[in-house]
């Protein structure tokens, strides 16, 4: 079994602190004392399907504690983090609550590429059901880092946006594309493209310049940052239901009363219903704004298309199992199991 290093391991306070941003380390230093005072940091834009759920997170708090835990949602990076700065930024206090999405978190532990892992989970139900299962492991890591893991926010699946139709491996050679972790760099590399891992921050600076041809995301994610400024095609591939996890600081949740600790623990388990049913809504949204702005849709790819990009994958896949040890094969068993069982095999 392979043994990860607990936060003690891991954080190394003249480094980790050194890394931080200065902002948010001047924002952090002049927090009021009082423990329900919290900043939640999130590096996707406000009208993001991430920043809503968040937004209706703090409001079911505000609801179920009277508005005396407060929380303030910083959208669009706003505090100076990315989501690869939000593991530490929250284990240190440095930001009390944070939205990341999973992948960026890759490096801390190879459980939190999961969710990315290429054509494995590729629909909403089944996204869902990889998650239920695997939440145990997800909350661990979160735990031995002093933080606690209040709920997903899952994405609509992500495809390809580009200036012309990725719809064949012969679109994809050379391709300067935008990937948003190791797993889907290391997955365009075997189908022949030229992938860049980008944070979401540096996406649309990088079409702007020219620095990337094309972005692995959702239509969701292109939608909120109007990628028909610079794209015109959305090939929806099926890549993966990525997920953004949502961890507090330990210290600041054990700040609050028992009934306060009660009510965000609530608010998070409603919050996490909330966005797995609202995700499978958007798709829909997403494409009709989409249409709107004269982006060119093509949902389905060909068959052979997505059987090649998945043999691409399987590597990435099996590189993935490797290096998570026994957990992988714990969690990839009883996701094919319960899987077998909803198709009635």
Excluded: C
């Excluded at 629909?123 to 709920?151: C, G, M, T, W």
């Excluded at 030229?194 to 969701?220: C, F, H, N, R």
């Excluded at 949502?246 to 306060?260: I, P, T």
């Amino acid at each position: 079994m392979t043994v990860f290093p607990t936060r003690l391991q891991t954080l190394r306070p003249s480094r980790r602190t050194a890394a931080l941003p200065l902002m948010a380390l001047g924002l952090a230093a002049s927090l009021p004392a009082h423990s329900a005072g919290m900043d939640f940091s999130n590096e996707y834009n406000a009208n993001s399907i991430h920043a809503e759920g968040d937004a209706w997170f703090i409001d079911r708090v505000e609801a179920l504690t009277d508005g005396e835990v407060d929380i303030t949602l910083h959208s669009g990076g706003a505090l100076g983090f990315r989501s690869g700065d939000h593991f530490y930024a929250v284990a240190d206090n440095a930001v009390q609550i944070a939205d990341s999405l999973s992948g960026a978190l890759g490096g801390i532990d190879p459980i939190f590429l999961l969710s990315s892992l290429p054509f494995l989970a590729d629909d909403v139900e089944s996204a869902q059901r990889l998650y239920e299962i695997a939440r145990p492991e997800y909350a661990k890591v979160f735990e031995d880092n002093d933080q606690i893991l209040l709920y997903a926010s899952p994405w609509p699946a992500s495809g390809i946006w580009s200036e012309e139709p990725v719809t064949s491996m012969e679109a994809l050679d050379g391709l300067k594309i935008r990937s948003y972790d190791r797993n889907g760099t290391a997955t365009l590399v075997n189908a022949g493209a030229s992938p860049v891992k980008l944070s979401w921050a540096d996406v649309v600076p990088q079409l702007a310049t020219g620095g990337i041809e094309a972005v692995l995301t959702s239509a969701e994610a292109g939608a909120s940052g109007s990628f028909w400024e610079h794209l015109s095609d959305f090939s929806a591939i099926q890549y993966a239901v990525p997920l953004n996890m949502v961890h507090m600081n330990r210290d600041a949740f054990e700040s609050l009363s028992e009934a306060e600790q009660q009510a965000v623990l609530q608010a998070a388990e409603e919050t996490d219903a909330h966005n797995w049913e609202v995700v499978k809504e958007r798709v829909a949204e997403n494409y009709a704004e989409l249409e709107e702005h004269g982006v060119a849709i093509h949902d389905p790819v060909p068959e052979e298309f997505h059987a090649a990009l998945a043999e691409a994958a399987q590597p990435v896949v099996d590189d993935w199992v490797e290096s998570t040890g026994e957990r992988a094969t714990r969690i990839l068993e009883a996701f094919n199991e319960a899987g077998d069982q909803e198709s009635g095999q």
